[in-house]
Nanobody, 126 residues
Framework: QVQLVESGGGLAQAGGSLRLSCAAS????????MGWFRQGPGKEREFVAA????????DYVDSVKGRFTISRDNDKNTVYLQMNSLNADDTAVYYC???????????????????WGQGTQVTVSS
């Protein structure tokens, strides 16, 4: 049974930081690219960041570049999203996802991902 369990969400003030974690089980973690998506109130789910299987390649949506950092620890089967300089537009439910891919590929489309977590709420107060 595959499980992706996000944690680390919560309430932050504008300009503050949060670190999301996503622990995976039931998959061979190193075979999967990992991504973070988010869905804000009244908005569609959007790509936030992704990291390739080995961790060597990453990609971000323009709105978070320079503020968010995705990383992974293949020994711990965990992917992280460090979020700095948060603003109200970052308020959303954040989902992690796992997608089987070639080693260096960084998928950005939802249908590239097979497994999804339940999401964790991030609320930024201004």
């Amino acid at each position: 049974q595959v499980q992706l369990v996000e944690s680390g969400g919560g309430l932050a003030q504008a300009g503050g930081s949060l670190r999301l974690s996503c622990a995976a089980s039931g998959i061979t973690f190193g075979y999967y690219a990992m991504g973070w998506f988010r869905q804000g109130p009244g908005k569609e789910r959007e790509f936030v960041a992704a990291v390739s299987r080995g961790g060597g390649n990453t990609d971000y949506v323009d709105s978070v570049k320079g503020r968010f950092t995705i990383s992974r620890d293949n020994d711990k089967n965990t992917v992280y999203l460090q979020m700095n300089s948060l603003n109200a537009d970052d308020t959303a439910v954040y989902y992690c996802a796992a997608g089987s891919s070639s080693r260096n590929y960084v998928p950005k489309r939802p249908f590239d991902y097979t497994y999804w977590g339940q999401g964790t709420q991030v609320t930024v107060s201004s």
